[in-house]
């Protein structure tokens, strides 16, 4: 009988699948034991954040030394310690948060109301005081909650990922908005990668080219804008050219 030959590649690729979902059963684990141990107050949520931070450096750790992921993040090293900050980043990968929390610990991340909702990742998420967002006016009050305790508040505008090889969707204005109530300051973060993988329409258990290379960069800050709406437009018109041409 002929020996089965499987490719090594691809059994380090769904290997790392299996290690990555144990990861993340340790994570709502931990975010469980949070949740039902202590009262929902800022210390809960720090704490919350901290165990998800912990748990996506470790994530993002072991694919790159398995030779999955390779990631430069330098560039958002100079944020590490900055409170109280808008950030708006293109969205090509369902991993982007996942990266982004990585790096900076500090990050909460706006969520869609579906995935906040579900009974596993969501509870992590709202355990961390991760801003649940349905609708604009219901977001206000989490997302200046979280930036009022010094978090830095992520957003994507596009509102869902996009597809590989394609510029960015057109953005929403909800990021502006927010800047116009708190003050904040408005920080893009370009993400590029190589890979399709988890972009619009690609399933998680198929194999993309090896290793997906992720990098980061910071284009110009912007500061808030004032509190009418021609302002507010010319900030989100502003950040979405930024995205446009230098992602084609």
Not at 27 to 41: A, E, I, K, V, Y
Not at 83 to 95: D, E, F, M, Q, T
Not at 143 to 157: D, I, V
Not at 173 to 183: D, K, L, M, P, S
Request: proline share 8%; aromatic share 8%; hydrophobic share 40%.
């Amino acid at each position: 009988m002929p020996r089965l030959h499987f490719p090594k590649i691809s059994l380090r690729f769904y290997g790392s699948l299996l290690v990555v979902a144990l990861i993340f059963l340790a994570l709502d684990t931990g975010s469980f034991l949070l949740r039902h141990g202590l009262p929902d107050t800022p210390r809960r949520r720090t704490l919350g954040r901290r165990w998800l931070g912990f748990m996506a450096r470790l994530t993002v750790g072991y694919l790159g030394r398995v030779g999955i992921l390779d990631c430069n993040l330098q560039a958002l090293n100079p944020l590490q310690h900055e409170k109280g900050l808008i950030l708006v980043a293109n969205h090509p990968s369902r991993l982007d948060s996942l990266i982004l929390a990585s790096a900076l610990p500090g990050m909460v991340c706006v969520t869609k109301a579906s995935i906040w909702e579900r009974p596993t990742l969501g509870s992590t998420l709202r355990t961390a005081g991760y801003p649940r967002h349905d609708t604009l006016l219901r977001l206000l009050g989490p997302a200046t909650t979280s930036l009022h305790e010094g978090c830095q508040l992520l957003l994507f505008p596009e509102g869902t990922r996009s597809r590989a090889g394609e510029a960015p969707s057109a953005f929403q204005a909800g990021f502006a908005a927010i800047a116009q109530r708190t003050r904040a300051a408005v920080q893009p973060i370009l993400i590029e990668t190589t890979s399709p993988y988890l972009s619009q329409g690609w399933p998680f258990y198929k194999q993309p080219p090896l290793p997906m290379h992720y990098s980061v960069s910071l284009p110009p800050r912007f500061s808030a804008p004032a509190r009418d709406e021609a302002s507010g437009r010319a900030l989100v018109d502003a950040v979405e050219r930024i995205f446009q041409t230098t992602t084609r």
